[in-house]
Nanobody, 118 residues
Framework: QLQLVESGGGLVQPGGSLRLSCAASGFPLDYYEIGWFRQAPGKEREGVSCISRSGSNTNYADSVKGRFTISRDNAENTVYLQMNSLKPEDTAVYYC???????????WGQGTQVTVSS
């Protein structure tokens, strides 16, 4: 059974930084892409960033380009989201997801809260 466990969320002031982690367990851990969505109160879940297993392909939402960086460590089966220059509008629950093949439904983590507020 594949499991995704996020960590690293919390409260941070505007302009601050956080690093989210998502540890994947279960087998086999070959996958097409892994990444992050977020959902703010009263809003739909939106894609934030994703990365291919090889690391050669990354994508970012326009709203986070230049501020967020995704990376992965296949040896540790972990994906990271480094979030810099955080804004109040980044406040949301951040969900890790993994897609085994391009056409497959994703697996989801339980989410981690990120709150950006002074």
């Amino acid at each position: 059974q594949l499991q995704l466990v996020e960590s690293g969320g919390g409260l941070v002031q505007p302009g601050g930084s956080l690093r989210l982690s998502c540890a994947a367990s279960g087998f086999p851990l070959d996958y097409y892409e892994i990444g992050w969505f977020r959902q703010a109160p009263g809003k739909e879940r939106e894609g934030v960033s994703c990365i291919s297993r090889s690391g050669s392909n990354t994508n970012y939402a326009d709203s986070v380009k230049g501020r967020f960086t995704i990376s992965r460590d296949n040896a540790e089966n972990t994906v990271y989201l480094q979030m810099n220059s955080l804004k109040p509008e980044d406040t949301a629950v951040y969900y890790c997801y993994l897609r085994k093949v391009a056409s497959a439904l994703p697996y989801w983590g339980q989410g981690t809260q990120v709150t950006v507020s002074s």
